[in-house]
């Protein structure tokens, strides 16, 4: 589907459904009612591949499947878009089929937690509650004894060639500093190496969320993550520590590192040897999440439709940029369980 077909599924909705448009460099999310309707763009990326109608229909399948796992009052169905002559419908009888969408429950937006970390209304005890529930989903989901990551030396991969676009708004001094903490990243990941496989040998790489981030939960009825990494399984698949250091970093991005140590209690189990050799593991998993935030707003810069989009991503993307030049040139000391 295009850009064109999308505003006009929006158009034709019933305005008493409170209808809205959330987009993303990957995907169109139509609100309607009750419900939301996700429509993966046809896009090629280094991660990602939905050209063709065949990978896009694959792709919303198997959102579905894995986010049940999480989320199974959120994730519905499997809804294909037809095509009539009066334009796209979504889960029409009739008309070849143009597109899928994935049909999901509409939540409150003012419920996700990125925007009550911004109010000040995330309160312990459901980030606690948070924290059990994937320590409960990590116990259940399958061991990876042969990882589909690519070696930790690539991690910090796929910003440099966006940076001389950055360095027009963002200036040259950041980008130097980004150009030195990606290479100081790589360096890292082959000194950890050992570390890494060693965990993996010991059952803490299992097939998780992989985008385990504030924007991606929602607090009410109860703690509810979403939107998982469907489409690779190089990025799902990972240690306990480096799906929690996301939401860590998420937390420390936001100003809230004290929410932070309440989902790590939470989440790891009790005893865990958070000894000394594992925390710079741990940093180093934070670090590389402030990279991978970085990328997804420089993309989304990059493709801005208007100079609002484009100011926004730009600020999203230098505090992540900073941050990540942040945690190359400290250890931070993070108290676990004192």
Request: proline share 8%; charged share 20%.
């Amino acid at each position: 589907m295009k850009a064109t077909d999308i505003q006009q599924l929006l158009r034709v909705a019933d305005p008493s459904d409170r209808p809205q448009l959330i987009e993303t460099h990957i995907s169109w999310v139509l609100l309607r009612g009750d419900f939301a309707y996700k429509i993966k763009k046809p896009v090629r990326f280094d991660f990602l591949d939905t050209a063709s109608l065949a990978a896009r229909r694959h792709l919303c399948q198997e959102e579905l499947r894995l986010n049940r796992r999480l989320a199974p009052e959120m994730y519905l169905s499997v809804v294909p878009v037809r095509q009539t002559p009066a334009g796209p419908v979504i889960g029409g009888p009739e008309g070849p089929v143009c597109d899928y969408s994935v049909k999901m429950r509409r939540y409150d937006p003012q419920d996700q937690l990125d925007v009550a970390l911004r109010r000040g209304a995330v309160s312990p005890q459901a980030i606690a509650q948070l924290g059990a529930q994937h320590r409960a989903f990590f116990a259940q989901a399958p061991e990876v004894r042969v990882s589909p990551q690519p070696p930790a030396a690539h991690r910090f991969q796929g910003l440099g060639h966006l940076l001389p676009f950055l360095g027009q708004y963002l200036g040259t001094r950041l980008v130097q500093q980004t150009q030195a903490s990606l290479w100081a990243g790589r360096q890292a990941g082959r000194r950890l190496l050992p570390l890494m496989a060693l965990r993996q040998q010991e059952g803490w790489v299992r097939d998780l969320h992989g985008d385990l981030h504030s924007a991606n939960i929602f607090l009410k009825p109860r703690p509810t993550v979403f939107d998982c990494l469907e489409f690779s399984p190089a990025m799902r698949q990972l240690d306990l520590l480096d799906e929690a250091a996301f939401l860590g970093m998420d937390f420390c991005a936001q100003g809230h590192p004290e929410l932070e140590t309440v989902f790590l209690k939470a989440l790891l189990p009790e005893g865990y040897p958070f000894s000394p050799h594992v925390k710079p593991l741990y940093q180093y998993f934070k670090w590389y999440r402030a990279f991978v935030r970085a990328k997804v707003h420089a993309l989304q810069a990059r493709l801005a439709p208007d100079p609002k989009h484009l100011e926004r991503a730009l600020t999203n993307c230098q505090r992540y940029l900073n941050l990540m030049s942040h945690y190359s040139r400290t250890q931070d000391n993070i108290r676990l369980f004192s």
